[in-house]
T-cell receptor
Framework: DAGVIQSPRHEVTEMGQEVTLRCKPI?????LFWYRQTMMRGLELLIY????????DSGMPEDRFSAKMPNASFSTLKIQPSEPRDSAVYFC????????????FGSGTQLSVL | GENVEQHPSTLSVQEGDSAVIKCTYS??????FPWYKQELGKRPQLIID?????GEKKDQRIAVTLNKTAKHFSLHITETQPEDSAVYFC???????????FGSGTQLTVLP
């Protein structure tokens, strides 16, 4: 398996623009997570899905952030409008939802909002 | 919710020495404790994990210990090598990966 695949690897955009990050989880995994990593706040869980259904989005910063999982093999995280403080590395991760199953991360998207 | 504290934030050791990173957690119901290694510019990768029904687990040069009573767990790396230099994150979860709470990370530098 190729692992969790994220695109793009790098995104540079201007404040106010819409940004869409994409993720393909590991085949067979039924839980998908979006994390944000910054120096100041470390690794923060934004939202997770189980069987394509959003379970907990309490980590989503504000209404500018939205996430979807239309099927078991694809998810998006959208920021509209983007702001400079959204600059971070965004990781997608997946696991198989059994007790204590391991979490695997994608390579991340480095987002820079100018 | 769960709170995980990790110490130290930075650690430098000489090649061949041992390194120890410590974490404490707040939720006594947490029962899964993974450790992740993140090299510069790369993804966090699981290196070892321990469940609450064991007190210690080893995998070659790395080991993790768990003290449920005190609610702390530690990562031990022996015979450190330059390629061990990275940021290490501990985490705690209750029941499944979706409830993983991460520590703030430890930057380990192994000096040649």
């Amino acid at each position: 398996d190729a692992g969790v695949i994220q695109s793009p690897r790098h995104e540079v955009t201007e404040m106010g623009q819409e940004v869409t990050l994409r993720c393909k989880p590991i085949s067979g995994h039924n839980s998908l997570f979006w994390y944000r990593q910054t120096m100041m706040r470390g690794l923060e869980l934004l939202i997770y899905f189980n069987n394509n259904v959003p379970i907990d989005d309490s980590g989503m910063p504000e209404d500018r952030f939205s996430a979807k999982m239309p099927n078991a093999s694809f998810s998006t995280l959208k920021i509209q409008p983007s702001e400079p403080r959204d600059s971070a590395v965004y990781f997608c991760a997946s696991s198989f939802d059994r007790t204590n199953e391991k979490l695997f991360f994608g390579s991340g998207t480095q987002l820079s909002v100018l | 919710g769960e709170n995980v504290e990790q110490h130290p934030s930075t650690l430098s050791v000489q090649e061949g020495d041992s390194a120890v990173i410590k974490c404490t957690y707040s939720d006594s119901a947490s029962n899964y404790f993974p450790w992740y290694k993140q090299e510069l510019g790369k993804r966090p990768q699981l290196i070892i994990d321990i469940r609450s029904n064991v007190g210690e687990k080893k995998d070659q040069r790395i080991a993790v210990t768990l003290n449920k009573t005190a609610k702390h767990f530690s990562l031990h790396i022996t015979e450190t090598q330059p390629e061990d230099s990275a940021v290490y994150f501990c985490a705690a979860a209750r029941g499944s990966a979706r409830q993983l709470t991460f520590g703030s990370g430890t930057q380990l530098t192994v000096l040649p």
